[in-house]
T-cell receptor, first 111, second 118 residues
């Protein structure tokens, strides 16, 4: 099975930087996704990490350490529209490579 | 990125009726699609894995006779909620994995279908 742990809620100021941490335990690991989900909408893809290290994509970066079962999502130059839930989702390596979602981190960006 | 569509986006039905939800990958082929359900303020829960040309793989606790999945082609999977009841009211979301080279492994979600059973 899989166990995913990330903070339930975070608050940050517009223009600032915020880091959302995620630890996970999986029976087999084949990469980790980060998604953004606004209330009432489906998740949108942000990043996929399979190798250790930092992947940068515009204002968003994602880091992975496979040995530590740890990932983080870094959001820079926060904007009000970044207020959403951020879902850490590891993918297992067996069978159909299922992706499991935690409850996500609800980020509120304030002026 | 790749596009996944779902239809309908919203449906209201009476208790006891059946509802079919379609999931399409518009610009890529997906041998595997996934169906999730999300209740308010809860995480996405995987219901089943839909495989083109074979039977779906259901997660523990999901009734296969109630949630019928058909992956008719490489771009279409359907989920039919049979004999729907109010407790089936939820946000149903499909996803498909895009394995085309150059982008790594990316899983894209459809926009979701909000089902309300009266």
């Amino acid at each position: 099975g899989q166990n995913i742990d990330q903070p339930t809620e975070m608050t940050a100021t517009e223009g600032a930087i915020v880091q959302i941490n995620c630890t996970y335990q999986t029976s087999g690991f084949n990469g980790l996704f980060w998604y953004q989900q606004h209330a009432g909408e489906a998740p949108t893809f942000l990043s996929y990490n399979v190798l250790d290290g930092l992947e940068e994509k515009g204002r968003f970066s994602s880091f992975l350490s496979r040995s530590k079962g740890y990932s983080y999502l870094l959001l820079k130059e926060l904007q009000m529209k970044d207020s959403a839930s951020y879902l850490c989702a590891p993918m297992n390596s067996g069978g159909y490579q299922k992706v499991t979602f935690g409850t996500g981190t609800k980020l509120q960006v304030i002026p | 990125g790749a596009v996944v569509s779902q239809h309908p986006s919203r449906v209201i039905c009476k208790s006891g009726t059946s509802v079919k939800i379609e999931c399409r990958s518009l610009d890529f082929q997906a041998t595997t699609m996934f169906w999730y359900r999300q209740f308010p303020k809860q995480s996405l829960m995987l219901m089943a894995t839909s495989n083109e040309g074979s039977k779906a793989t259901y997660e523990q606790g999901v009734e296969k006779d109630k949630f019928l999945i058909n992956h008719a082609s490489l771009t279409l999977s359907t989920l039919t909620v049979t004999s729907a009841h109010p407790e089936d009211s939820s946000f149903y979301i499909c996803s498909a994995r895009d394995l085309r080279g150059g982008q790594g492994d990316t899983q894209y979600f459809g926009p979701g279908t909000r089902l309300t059973v009266l």
